[in-house]
């Protein structure tokens, strides 16, 4: 009977420190997906309140290309105000439409202070990304105004921009493959954050105030 006895507490013990390890499991996970969740959609802030990675303020590389209008544009003719520089190819199906309509977004959240940013989309697809089909997708985008520049050029011309702001682009003719994200300039051309593509228009319309503020 003792035996018997032993056994069965064993056994009751067994389950009970079973039910007891799955409640820690659980709880441990739950914390873990609580704290991996809080990291993706809270955002890193700068001492200065911008939201971002912190680029450190240094000058932003130059560059001067042509834009969907057939302009010549460089990113020196917009100091003074507050520059978003990102960079996309017209064919692109998924990620370059998802963050133009993003812009598009932070336009309109900008209101009147709109007409105060500018946002420079440079090509990395210099084989099939020419001036008109930058026009057309300005306009499949809703895109279509002064301060918004879809810049064209060369591969000669475009890939030292690429390099100067450490963006990985390749295009083979049939598609392109290239980095991701924003870089967001103040108003005297410094390098002040980076946004990766996980950002909101609210974000970025946030930054570009704060900036404007300055």
């Not at 039910?19 to 709880?27: E, M, P, Q, R, S």
């Not at 302009?71 to 990102?86: C, E, H, N, R, Y």
């Not at 890939?159 to 963006?167: A, E, L, R």
Request: glycine share 6%; hydrophobic share 35%; charged share 15%.
């Amino acid at each position: 009977m003792s035996i018997r006895w032993n056994w069965r507490l064993a056994s009751r013990l067994s389950v009970l420190s079973l039910a007891v390890l799955v409640v820690i499991f659980v709880l441990v996970y739950q914390r873990v997906s609580a704290d991996k969740a809080s990291s993706i959609d809270t955002p890193s802030v700068t001492t200065s309140g911008l939201q971002g990675t912190d680029l450190g303020g240094a000058t932003a590389p130059g560059f001067t290309l042509i834009d969907q209008h057939g302009k010549t544009v460089s990113l020196a003719d917009f100091k003074g105000q507050p520059v978003v520089v990102t960079f996309m190819f017209t064919r692109c199906p998924d990620q370059c439409p998802l963050e133009a309509q993003k812009l598009h977004s932070t336009f309109q959240l900008l209101g009147n202070d709109a007409s105060h940013v500018t946002m420079l989309a440079i090509s990395t697809d210099p084989q099939n990304d020419t001036p008109q089909a930058a026009s057309n997708f300005t306009q499949a985008h809703s895109l279509d105004q002064s301060n918004w520049h879809f810049l064209t050029g060369s591969s000669q011309q475009l890939s030292p921009v690429w390099s100067n702001y450490h963006v990985y682009a390749n295009s083979n003719g049939n598609t392109a493959d290239h980095s991701l994200g924003i870089y967001v300039l103040d108003k005297q051309g410094h390098e002040r954050v980076f946004q990766d593509t996980s950002f909101t228009p609210d974000q970025l319309a946030s930054n570009l105030k704060k900036l404007l503020s300055e």
